[in-house]
């Protein structure tokens, strides 16, 4: 099993392929220490970040070209996957099932070994800049072998990934209509079948916006054809959102990501279901839907789907035909800003209560972040248990 070994060099760092066991590096990690220091670097994480792309670049430029032009985003990432390591260090399992999601989506970007090399340089240097006086030789040691290990776990992943599938798929629009000023359904032929689980989404690359890629849940379960579908909204400053959007058009190529994601049916379940969307989030419970009903699974579902005003139900006329063709499933708008709508008025999670006892109920969630915690929120208050409670968070 390839691993990777960091050695300090004075004020630098070298990194190699060795072959220990994953065990005994596992036993080399030093979580405590890991967190304590975190902890000094967390409050200037936004410095941090931009300090380590600027090292990273300036030693090697070559690698500018596998990032997007903006880097806001990407700094942000940085401190989030740095964040899920530390806290992850003592559940090898957790860690192992971050790093390796991690390592198989690093391979649409073009990384290898070398890279990882440069990236532990550039960390380690940053960290140990940003520690200061705090910094210690004890810290150092932790962080090397912390690192190491993130590294050995995502590349291991990404080779074994490749032996099964490729990079990425090259997807066709074969249709892209609109459904407001900033809504459209896109429809993509991958140019080879891509594996997925409805609930589940894949990121999306644009010729527009090279090494950029977004996060967009297929709103259609696996269908013979193997086309996909996909709800997307242009959010501000939203450089893939506005390109699918705006300037998309049938016959174009996209890149598409691997899939991803937990928010799947549980087929060992026999409970009803209820699926709570606000906006494009409508789009992986749409999927699910589909799911069900092509499994034969006749259990009463409950689709509310929230909107702030009527004219942003965008999808309401293929929800009442859905309705229609399945009579288990039951499709309630809820709008939140519009008095004269004639239907139910207020936020998805303050109407949850309107409704029966959802407590034996499998839920879903998909929607803006902060709509997906105030209706978890709100059904821990209605007693439902947090197992029977899915969502995925997706950064657009």
């Given amino acids: ?52 792309y600027g090292r990273l670049f300036a030693e090697n430029p070559r690698l500018r070209a596998f990032f997007p032009p903006a880097m806001d985003r990407q700094r942000s990432r940085l401190f989030h996957a740095l964040r899920e390591i530390v806290w992850s260090l003592d559940s090898p399992d957790t860690l192992s099932a971050f790093l390796s999601r991690l390592g198989r989506d690093h391979r649409k970007f073009g990384v290898t070994r070398e890279h990882y090399d440069a990236m532990g340089r550039a960390l380690l240097a940053t960290l140990r800049k940003f520690g200061g006086d705090s910094w210690t030789a004890e810290m150092e040691s932790a962080w090397r072998a912390a690192y190491a290990t993130a590294a050995t776990m995502m590349n291991e992943a990404a080779e074994q990934h490749a032996a099964e599938q490729p990079p990425w798929w090259t997807g066709e629009v074969v249709g892209h209509e609109l459904r407001g000023p900033d809504i459209a359904l896109i429809t993509v032929r991958p140019e080879h079948p891509l594996p997925y689980r409805a609930g589940q989404y894949v990121t999306i690359q644009t010729a527009r916006w090279p090494w950029m890629w977004r996060p967009y849940s297929v709103a259609n379960a696996p269908r013979p054809d193997g086309l996909l579908r996909f709800h997307v909204r242009a959010v501000p400053a939203g450089w893939v959102s506005g390109a699918l959007v705006r300037d998309a058009r049938i016959g174009d190529s996209l890149l598409l990501g691997h899939a991803a994601g937990a928010m799947t049916l549980d087929p060992d379940s026999g409970r009803d279901i209820l699926c709570v969307a606000g906006g494009t989030g409508l789009a992986p419970l749409k999927a699910l839907v589909e799911d069900a009903n092509d499994r034969g699974l006749r259990r009463d579902i409950h689709l ?20 229609t063709d399945s009579p288990w499933v039951r499709v309630v708008p809820v709008v939140s800003d519009d008095p004269s709508f004639d239907g139910m008025h207020g936020r998805v999670p303050d109407v949850l209560d309107r409704f029966h006892d959802w407590s034996d109920h499998d839920v879903y969630i998909a929607g803006p972040p902060e709509m997906v915690q105030r209706t978890v929120a709100a059904l821990d208050d209605l007693g439902v248990p947090a197992a029977r409670i899915h969502h995925d968070r997706l950064d657009r």
């Fill in 1 to 52: 099993m390839p691993l990777v070994r960091c050695e300090n060099r004075g004020q630098g760092s070298v990194i190699e392929i060795i072959e220990p066991t994953m065990g005994g590096l596992m036993k080399s990690l030093n979580p405590r220490i890991i967190k304590e220091s975190f902890a000094l670097f967390e409050p200037r994480a936004e410095e941090i970040s931009a300090y380590f």
């Fill in 304 to 323: 509310l789907v929230g909107a702030r005003t009527p004219a942003e139900l965008y999808d309401l006329r293929d929800l009442h035909a859905l309705e």
